[in-house]
């Protein structure tokens, strides 16, 4: 008669198998701090220890059943704690006349194999790798979880909820405390393509509005290109109310306009001047000489 696993063995593997079930088909639904899922462990584990009962019965049943050598050597197999069988399944070596027995009636070059049981340990772990790819195929086919696209937005979404906290009790950016940054560009063109590209054209090379990439300009409020055109998207144009004051109106933040002052001061001082030649609009204003 064999002895029995242990019932904290199954607990252990019912609550393992329980939380990878829920992180992979609800990881999003809280379930942790759920009372439901806490009265579901419960239940489970209740149901365990009267399996475990009715586990004792039937082995209380047949012990009684085994003669008294059998009695005796299954008390000295049950006194061993699981953990060592475990130990001893892996690595124990059996005695030359436990091969005998275990010796298969076939061999070659000398070589003889031997009918040897698998180690637990090595089962068990077997036998998790089953469940565990049939749990994962079935979450990964109908569920989000393990999807790269799902990650990613799950991902953004966060990403995007930390900016617009940070972005709440981050300073205010004004014409004081703007610099430019040439880390801000990319995210200043993104800008510039939703807000100004309708008036100044692709690459700011001017349609409706003036040309941005060009050395003339019509209003000339500070002293540099990057505070200047800071001051354009705070208060918009004196001399045109199609150029309206993004910030006090509330169309971008002083952090935005920021990175889009950022980027046409890349355009216009950092590449080349996108000329009438190449589909510029023709220059209006008057030079600047900026700082």
């Known amino acids: 008669m064999k002895t029995r696993t242990p019932i904290s063995i199954y607990i252990a593997v019912t609550l393992g198998f329980t939380f990878m079930a829920f992180e992979m088909f609800a990881s ?8 439901f899922f806490w009265a579901l462990l419960v239940i489970v584990v209740i149901l365990l220890f009267i399996m475990n009962s009715i586990g004792d019965l039937v082995e209380n049943e047949n012990f009684n059943r085994l003669s008294e050598e059998e ?7 049950k006194s061993t704690p699981y953990f060592q069988k475990l130990w001893n399944s892996a690595f124990k070596k059996q005695s030359q006349t436990e091969e005998k027995d ?3 009636d076939h061999g070659f070059d000398g070589i003889t ?3 040897n049981s698998l180690p637990k340990w090595w089962i068990g772990l077997f036998y998790f790798g089953i469940v565990f790819c049939v749990v994962y195929l079935i979450a990964f086919a109908f569920t989000d979880y393990a999807h790269p696209d799902a990650e990613y937005d799950k991902e953004t979404k966060t990403m995007l909820a930390s900016i617009a906290e940070y972005e709440k009790t981050a300073p205010q950016i004004d014409i004081e405390t703007a610099k430019y940054n040439a880390d801000n560009i990319a995210e200043g063109e993104q800008i510039f393509k939703t807000n100004c590209v309708s008036c100044h054209s692709d690459s700011g090379k001017g349609g409706i509005g003036p040309n941005l990439t060009d050395t003339y300009w019509i209003n000339i409020k500070e002293k540099s ?4 055109v800071f001051w354009m998207l705070e208060n918009g144009s004196p001399n045109n109310p199609t150029m309206r004051p993004f910030i006090k109106d509330g169309t971008i933040t ?3 306009a920021e990175k889009v ?4 001061y890349h355009i216009n001082q950092e590449k080349s001047p996108i000329t009438e030649a190449l589909g510029g609009a023709a220059p209006q204003g008057k030079a600047a ?3």
């Open 28 to 35: 999003d639904s809280g379930y942790f701090t759920s009372p």
């Open 71 to 77: 009695k005796k050597e299954y008390l000295t197999e």
């Open 102 to 104: 275990l010796l298969i």
């Open 113 to 115: 194999e031997l009918d």
């Open 225 to 228: 290109l990057f505070k200047n």
């Open 254 to 256: 002083g952090r935005d």
């Open 261 to 264: 002052a950022a980027y046409i």
């Open 289 to 291: 000489n900026w700082e």
